[in-house]
């Protein structure tokens, strides 16, 4: 199984950004795909999860509706769509599958002016 995120960078103040999580070695539509992120010194936090269907989404308090998870099952992708972002949202951003537990190695979100 891999996971392979892409799309993070430096990004100012207010600013957007959309990741990717492309996903190879098991069956896409079986697993709920979730972004999870950790900033430095702080534990993991859940961003956002899709179930397998894309119905069912939901969201880190924190979010407050500037984040939208996606998946396109054609793909086996899964995207987060981020708007607004400020200086709490640097951190690392990881793809993550529940069952299994497979980690992608993370994208780097930097915000700063």
């Known amino acids: 199984v891999q996971l392979v995120e892409s799309g993070g960078g430096l990004v100012s103040p207010g600013g957007s950004l959309r990741l990717s999580c492309l996903a190879s070695?098991?069956?896409?539509?079986?697993?709920?795909m979730s972004w999870v992120r950790q900033a430095p010194g702080k534990e993991h936090e859940v961003v956002a999860s899709?179930?397998?269907?894309?119905?069912?989404?939901d969201y880190g308090d924190f979010v407050r509706g500037r984040f939208t998870i996606s998946r396109d099952n054609a793909k086996n992708t899964v995207y987060l769509e981020m708007i607004s972002l400020n200086s709490d949202d640097t951190a690392m951003y990881y793809c993550?599958?529940?069952?299994?537990?497979?980690w992608g190695q993370g994208t780097q979100v930097t915000v700063s002016s």
């Open positions: 993550h599958t529940v069952p299994g537990n497979y």
């Open positions: 070695g098991l069956n896409f539509t079986s697993y709920v």
């Open positions: 899709v179930s397998p269907s894309g119905d069912s989404k």
